[in-house]
Structures are given as C-alpha cells and as structure tokens.
C-alpha cells in the first residue's frame, strides 16, 4: 500500500506485528466454510503457515530456476543493481550531500557525506558515517537503513531509523556526525511504528507505543503524541495531543527558516483527512481553520505554503496556497489567502520544493513532466516555467531552505537517468552524473495514446514497442498499473525491465488508470469507494485498445501491480481473464472483507470504504478477489509474490488467494521472501533472485504459439 504525499509521505506504516498478528481462528467473518478454514494463514509466524509457504516457495522455485534461462535472467539483474554507475543522490544538508550506497562491498549499505562543492564538480569526497553491515554484525541484528532526521541548522545530530529486515517497525536512534558514532545516553526509542521529529537540540516530539493497553489506534498506529527532553525515559514525557482509537494517524513535522520555523502536528480523521496544529511559544497545539484535505508543504518568507485537496473559499482543488503564519498566531484565523498556482483540469502538482528566495513547482500536464517558478515580492506572486527540452520525467530529488540550489534527476522510459545541480533563480543547470544504457534501445520507441473507458473517459497510457512490429498478435506485451491513493504513475527509466524484457522482445505498457493523481484530486476521487470499478474498466480498455491494434493479444498478454495495484491484478483475473494470459500479483490486497482487520488496513477505508457496513461492502464484494473466485474460472497461471515481514498489507492474501486457487485446483505460482518489508526484499541480490523469477515466468507463459 501507499504513503501518502507531501509532509504525510512515508507514514503510511503497518499495524504493529505483535505475535503474529493474525485473527483468531473461532472469528466470524461471513465468509463460506472454504475461506473460514483458511484463517490459520493469517499466521504471520506461525509454524504451520511458514511450512507452507516453504513447500509454495520451493514448488515455484524449482520450477523456474530448472529454466535453463535463469542464471543468466538473475546475473543481468545482479549486474545492473549493482552497477558503479549507479547515481549517488544526495540529501542537501548544510554544506554537505547527504547519501545512502549499497553494493557488492555494501550490502547493507554505508551512509555517507561529501562537502557540497566537491559533490557539484563531480568529484565527490565521501566521508563514511555509518556503516550498516558492520553495525548489524556487531548487534547481530537484521538491520534495514530507513533514513535519518537531521536538526538544521548545524546538522549535527541526527535520528537514525533503522529496521529489522526491512519492516515498517523500526528502532529510532540520535547519532553524532562529528564523533560518527550513536549518542550515548541520547535518544533511542525501541522497536515500534512510531513517527518523530525534532522539537529543538534537546526535545523530540514522539508518537510510539507507550505501552498502555489503549496505545495503539484501531489501525496500530501510534495514538498519543508527546514530548520527550533528553535525558527523559519514555514514561517520563509529557502529553501533547491524544486522538481517538477510530482515527488514523498523529505525526509531528517542523520546518526550519532563518526567518523563523515552526513544527506541526496533523491529526489524521481518515487516510486523506487532517486536521493541522501549529505549537505556539509554550508548546501548545493551537489548530489551523484550513480544510481536512490538503498537503501541508512548508513555510516561505513567513507563509506556511498548501496544496489543497479540495475547493476552499473560491480556490480550486489542486491549487498552491499561502497564508501568513504570524497572522494566524495572533489573530487565530487565516483572512489573506494568496494563489500561488492552479494548474487546471489537465494538471496536477505533483512536488513542491522551497529554496531560500523561491517555490520550485514539479507540475504533470496530460503526464508530461513541466518546471515552474516562484518568488514573491511586495505581497505578490509571480511565476515563470523553466524549459526543460524533451519529453522526461523531472523529479526534485533535493532542495534546502538555506540556498537556491536544488538537485534534479531526469529521465525517461529508453533515456537512464542524469542527475542535475540546479539553481533556477541563476539560471543554473549542471549535469553531475548520468547512467549508462544497460539495455539495447535499438529501434525501440514510446507513444502516449488515449484509450476510451466503458463510461467514455479517455484514459492515457504509454506503449512502448520495436519498431516494424509485426501486427499479427504475437508479441509478449506487459501492461502495468496502479490506479489509486492519489498516485501518479509515470513512465520512467527501468533497466531491469529494458534487460529482462525490452530487449529480448516483449513490449511494455503504462497504463494511468483513474484512483491515480495524474490529473490531480479529480482523477483521484473519481475512483473512490462505489466507484473503484472505473480504475479497473480503465485498465481493461487500455488492454483491449493494445490488444485491438494488433500488437498483441489475450495469448501474449501479461499484467504486474504490487500493493493497490496487487489488488488490480486480483480484479483483472478474476473480472477480465480472457485478456490476460500471465499476471504478477504482488504485496496484493485481495481478501477485501477483511482487510480493515489485518494490519495497516483499517487506515485505508478512506480509499475503499468499510466493508463491515452493509451497503460499503454491498459494492466491495462486486470486486472483492477472494470473494469472486469461481471454481470453474479459466484463469491464467497467476505468480503471487509477497513478504513475510511486511507489515503494511499483510501477507495472508497472497496465501489465502493461492490456498484457495489450490483447493479450486487452479494453478498458480507463489513466492513469499521471508524478510524485505513491503518492498519485499532487504537487498540486491534477493531482489535480482526475484526479478528473475518474475520476468522468465513472464516470458514462459507469454511466448510461444497460440
């Protein structure tokens, strides 16, 4: 599943895994006697579905690894994973670029710095920090490099996070960049899903699991916030807001400005509703009069910036806002709104970065990638667009309130990725770092087209192909989607796909299915709760459009989604199997009668709906995976892949859907990691491993003859 954008991204964690984290086996769930008896699969750890897993794990294995093929499917991923020209981007901090490197030497990866203008000449003096191999055989721990919180703006210390096998439960730990070593008796919060930010040197604003029997909302998500002073236990800390057990998430954020921060607390009602707090001078929440739906994107000049998610005293969602703080403070309403940008109905903002003198804005039109800028002076906004030559994918890797210079990658489906030192205000663009091709482009090309969906909206996707195909049907084409939680799916660079799939003959397609933010909040909304079904018919007509140009068809035709798209695919073979003849099903929702009860789920019913009210699941069951499975289906061999330790959606539906295929006498295939989080694999080589599989099963069931 997703995190959310802007300030909320990256916190859309698990519930806490404790004990497995299963349901219990006597539980009621309307289902039939078949998916009753399959309840002992949501035993995360349990002895008896670890052993099945094995003997799926080993059938899977065994079966596509005999392929003479795979040695090689395997190496070519290794390779390109691996590769040194990988590029090393950085976090701008200070004086210095912040990055994180995993290779052959580093498989756990080394955490390291190099002073800004070594880094800009392209000569970059790495300074080691943390070297996370070393530090996991010394703890004997499993530990999974997360990020790190450094305090501007000395940038001194820093919160390290670091998790066991790569699970969203992490162990949150102070580090010191000048000793390069952990804080001793500084900050270190235990193992748990919590979200923390520096309040100042000496205080941290944490939400964890305090312990209490009521410390964990009804998604496991931490309920109370509170600060925490150095030297303080954690039963020491001081209350600062507590939210009820049905709402979802309480997280702190804080932005630094030489001309003043400020640190905030969002409250969230639902996965895509907040209400946003300000801390005054006493450390007292005090709550902001805007509307639930909107991104909070940090201050300028004073301002604190938005984007809202929603119409708001004569603004139109999908609009770039701002407000003056000190106004609010004082006064405890927002009366001055200032419009920074609306993109329209063919648009959407899909990053906001802010420098020292101006708001750089990363826009898609109709999903082509735009640059705009913005600077203000005397109370106005003025904005101009950058010219960025070439149809690519542009994303602000990097921006700091301390200077206008920012890091920017491009990079497009057949163009690897190059990574620029920019400073739009100077005119500035110097490229630091390209990739090499690693795959064969030769005479492979890209279209954007539009199919038309059941209800008659035109729908873009992006084909790529050779060219001179012959249109006789035959060719192995794979179609990807998402289609949800306000995602824009784009098309960028990926050479594991050129090696293992491009360049041995097969065509890709990107289809941007509605539920996604590729034309912003309407896109998004269209495909809400009783309305899901339209991302899924937006899939399909892309298909059938694909399919009825003579590229390919049904026989060839392969799907892959993960997570909410995991969940597409679950609908695809079970809706649409006679458009697909191979489907990667992966991380997958797809028993959706009882995902608000496992893990993570019951933070997503904003997207969904609550399938325990009779009329919400009146229109899930219609497309439900687990439900709608028929006995008698004539269903493509479907490859479930999922891991063990993820702890956002939970691993019991790859099995449960597989068991239950396997009872129907279905084939399937199925692969479960049994660490790797909900990216599913911890490092390169299990994920060149998973690759492989994937796409040599790809090639087994689409090639051949009719």
């Known amino acids: 599943m997703v995190r959310k954008k802007s300030v909320v991204s990256g916190l859309c964690a698990a519930l806490l895994l404790v004990s497995g984290g299963a349901a219990r086996a006597g539980q009621t769930t ?64 200070g004086e210095y670029v912040y990055n994180f490197w995993q290779d052959e030497a580093h498989v756990r990866g080394i955490w390291r710095r190099s002073p800004v203008a070594a880094y800009r000449a392209g000569k970059p003096d790495w300074e080691l920090l943390l070297d996370v191999d070393v530090l996991a055989a010394a703890e004997g721990e499993n530990w999974v490099y997360k990020g790190a919180n450094c305090l501007a703006p000395a940038y001194r210390r820093c919160i390290i996070e670091l998790a066991p096998g790569g699970t969203d439960a992490a162990v949150y730990r102070e580090f010191d960049l000048d000793t390069k070593s952990f804080v001793k008796g500084g900050f270190d919060i235990p193992l748990a899903k919590s979200w923390i930010d520096w309040l100042d040197g000496d205080i941290l604003m944490v939400a964890t699991d305090w312990g209490a029997p009521d410390s964990l909302n009804a998604s496991g998500y931490p309920r109370e916030m509170k600060i925490l002073a150095r030297g303080q236990k954690l039963s020491e800390a001081s209350p600062l807001m507590k939210i009820d057990a049905d709402e ?15 640190s905030f607390l969002l409250r969230g009602h639902s996965f895509f509703e907040f209400s946003y707090y300000v801390l005054d001078s006493d450390n007292q929440p005090r709550q902001l009069p805007i509307p639930r739906k909107l991104d909070l994107e940090g201050l300028f000049e004073g301002r604190v910036i938005i ?10 969602a999908g609009s770039l806002l701002a407000f003056p703080l000190k106004e609010f403070m004082e006064s405890g309403q927002i009366t001055t709104i200032e419009e920074i940008y609306d993109p329209g109905d063919s648009g959407t903002i899909r990053q906001v970065a802010i ?85 064969d482009t030769k005479d492979l090309m890209v279209e954007k087209k539009f199919a038309t969906s059941k209800d008659g909206t035109k729908v873009p996707y992006f ?12 060719t192995p084409v794979l179609q990807y989607g998402y289609g949800g939680f306000d995602i824009s799916v784009l098309p960028r660079h990926k050479p594991v796909l050129g090696k293992l799939w491009l360049e041995k003959g097969g065509a890709y397609v990107i289809a941007n299915i509605r539920g996604g933010g590729e034309y912003g909040p309407r896109w998004h909304e269209a495909a809400l709760f009783e309305h899901r079904q339209r991302a899924y018919d937006d899939f399909f007509a892309v298909a059938e459009a694909v399919q009825a140009s003579g590229i390919s068809s049904p026989r060839h035709y392969g799907a892959f989604g993960r997570s909410n798209g995991g969940l597409l695919m679950g609908v695809s073979f079970t809706q649409r199997p006679d458009l697909f003849h191979g489907i990667i099903c992966g991380v997958p929702l797809l028993d959706m009668k009882r995902y608000n009860k496992l893990l993570a789920g019951a933070s997503w019913m904003g997207e969904y709906g609550n399938p325990d009210i009779p009329e919400q699941w009146a229109y ?8 709608n499975l028929k006995k008698d289906g004539n269903y493509p061999r479907v490859y479930f892949f999922t891991s063990t330790l993820d702890d956002r959606v939970h691993p019991g539906h790859a099995r449960k859907m597989a068991a239950k295929m396997e009872a129907y006498g279905q084939p399937f295939f199925y692969y479960e990691n049994i660490e790797g989080g909900h990216k599913g694999n911890a490092n390169h080589d299990q994920e060149a491993t998973m690759r492989a599989l994937e796409y040599l099963y790809l090639w087994r069931e689409l090639e051949g003859d009719d």
Not at 463 to 474: A, E, I, M, P, Q
């Open 463 to 474: 084909l790529v192909y050779r060219k001179g195909v012959k249109l006789d049907g035959k």
């Open 620 to 627: 899930i069951r219609k497309y439900s995976p687990f439900q």
């Open 248 to 262: 979802t998430f309480i997280f702190p954020t804080g932005f630094y400005r030489e001309e003043g921060g400020a």
């Open 355 to 439: 420098g020292k003198s101006s708001v750089v804005v990363n826009l898609l039109e109709d999903v082509s990638s735009r640059i705009r800028t913005f600077s203000l002076k005397d109370g106005d906004w003025s904005g101009s667009e950058v010219e960025m030559p070439g149809e690519q994918v542009l994303t602000l890797r990097s921006s700091t309130y301390s200077r206008d210079d920012m890091l920017l990658e491009k990079e497009g489906l057949l163009t690897p990725p190059s990574l620029y030192f920019v400073n739009f205000k100077e005119g500035v663009s110097e490229k630091l770092q390209s990739v090499s091709l690693k795959f």
């Open 307 to 316: 984007r809202i998610q929603e119409d708001w005293r004569g603004h139109k």
């Open 30 to 93: 309307g289902a039939d006697a078949l998916d009753q008896s399959l309840l002992w699969l949501e035993e995360i750890q349990g002895d008896k579905a670890l052993d099945w897993v094995r003997a799926r794990n080993s059938r899977t294995v065994a079966e596509i690894t005999a392929d003479p093929r795979f040695d090689a499917f395997k190496q070519e991923a290794y390779d390109i994973l691996t590769a040194e020209d990988r590029l090393a981007v950085g976090d701008l901090q």
